[in-house]
């Protein structure tokens, strides 16, 4: 199909993430991808390729086209590329589950598999409400958060989504009214502590769960904040009786520096939702874990299972190719790795503070975020990236990047170069 063809065709018929139908704006279209290359179909401001800066919103680690992730894709493939979880189990999910309760933090021991982090975050949710409702505690059927969160684009996810600065804002009335707080300071501030006790302390016997992003706030707008503050939570919540879900969706597998965000404060939430890269970007996979007290919990209910079943559940090819990616990783000094990415990620965006507009440059492991004062010029921005070879995906106030973890230093200087030239045309 030439090039003309499928975009016609594609605006035609394709409704792209966040975006109107028909399109507005034109797609580049990628014919394949290599390492931390993307190669176009046809050259785009000059260039037949383009560095990733985004691992493919966050998931690709391992860049593209990996050998070790291919094998695993075409061995499985040969045996089975999908049998339904029902009645039936296979090697590849019992292998991934029995791995991710390995790495994850004590005492999480159960895995539910589902096919987006979306979905995770549904099931974290349903978890945590069935919970309460089978220790004859209904009333518990509230979520606490932070604001600037950002959790999904499903009916619970979106509920503790920001209710004002997120994009969700035109399904307030409709959702559920959860309970927020305000946004998490980056540095630890005592003030702020005392107010997370002091709100889950008054809406204990309303409250199934707090849910939050831990260390690092994604799509909501990139924030950082102290680990300290997920060490409060824990107390707060073991005070008071209520579940605390971490959604470590876009932090797992190592993106903030530890293999999981909370191995930076040292705590265990009740229920961790994970995906993005737990297949490498090969296939959408997520997964929500639970404790023991979680999972008997449950089953002691009038309902003793958790009524949840994606059609693609424990998907033998992806939880193949996870088992893989997972073993990739630590198989490597992945840490080592994040290190030298965030070392030059601090080089190459230092000054960008002094470009007109920038508010705030902050890099926190392999995530590196330029913000500004204004709305972003996303087509102007996106244009002045891809002339630096470079493809990164600016929103709202922001031009981040979070680039595979295989990204050599000549790349990421280019990745770091993009950042700055999106940030001075946006």
């Known amino acids: 199909m030439r090039n003309d063809e499928l975009l016609a065709l594609d605006r035609a018929h394709v409704w792209h993430p966040y975006g109107p139908m028909p399109g507005r704006a034109e797609p580049l279209v990628v014919a394949s991808a290599s390492g931390v290359r993307l190669r176009l179909a046809e050259p785009a401001e000059g260039h037949a390729e383009l560095i990733d800066g985004m691992s493919s919103w966050w998931s690709a680690v391992h860049g593209y086209n990996h050998p070790v992730l291919n094998e695993a894709a075409r061995g499985q493939l040969d045996r089975m590329s999908h049998v339904m979880f029902g009645g039936l189990t296979h090697e590849p999910a019992v292998r991934l589950a029995a791995r991710l309760v390995e790495i994850t933090p004590e005492p999480l021991r159960h895995v539910f598999l589902s096919d987006s982090g ?62 927020f707080v305000g946004e998490p300071p980056a540095a630890y501030e005592e003030s702020y502590a005392e107010l997370l006790r002091t709100a889950i302390a008054r809406h204990a016997d309303e409250l199934a769960a707090v849910i939050v992003e831990p ?57 961790m939702c994970l995906g993005k890269a737990l297949t490498g970007g090969y296939l959408s996979m997520a997964a929500t874990l639970c404790t023991s007290a979680v999972a008997d919990g449950i089953s002691r209910g009038e309902v003793p299972v958790l009524a949840h079943g994606p059609t693609f559940m424990g998907n033998p090819l992806a939880s193949a190719v996870a088992c893989a990616s997972i073993d990739l990783l630590l198989s490597q000094d992945w840490a080592l790795e994040v290190k030298r990415i965030e070392s030059g990620l601090r080089a190459g965006l230092a000054g960008a503070e002094s470009i007109p507009g920038v508010r705030d440059v902050r890099v926190l492991g392999a995530i590196g975020v330029v913000q500004l004062d204004h709305e972003i010029d996303m087509a102007a921005a996106t244009r002045a990236a891809v002339r630096e070879g470079v493809w990164l995906r600016p929103f709202r106030d922001l031009v981040y990047t979070m680039p595979p973890y295989v990204t050599e230093d000549a790349d990421l200087a280019r990745i770091c170069a993009a950042v700055r030239a999106a940030a001075a045309a946006g």
Do not use: N
């Not at 979520?143 to 600037?148: E, F, I, K, N, P």
């Open 215 to 271: 260390v690092v706030q994604g799509a909501g707008g990139m924030r950082f904040h102290d680990p300290g503050y997920l060490r409060v939570l824990r107390e707060a919540c073991d005070a008071h009786g209520v579940l605390l879900v971490f959604d470590e969706i876009a932090t797992g597998f190592g993106r903030t520096g530890t293999l999981f965000a909370a191995d930076q404060a040292g705590v265990s939430p009740d229920v």
């Open 118 to 179: 979306s979905v995770a975050v549904e099931v974290a949710a349903k978890m945590c409400l069935q919970y309460w409702r089978s220790l004859g505690r209904p009333a518990k059927r509230r979520l606490l958060t932070w604001r600037g969160g950002y959790h999904g684009d499903t009916w619970q996810p979106m509920s503790v989504c920001d209710p004002e600065g997120g994009m969700h804002q035109l399904w307030s009335g409709v959702l559920q009214q959860q309970l």
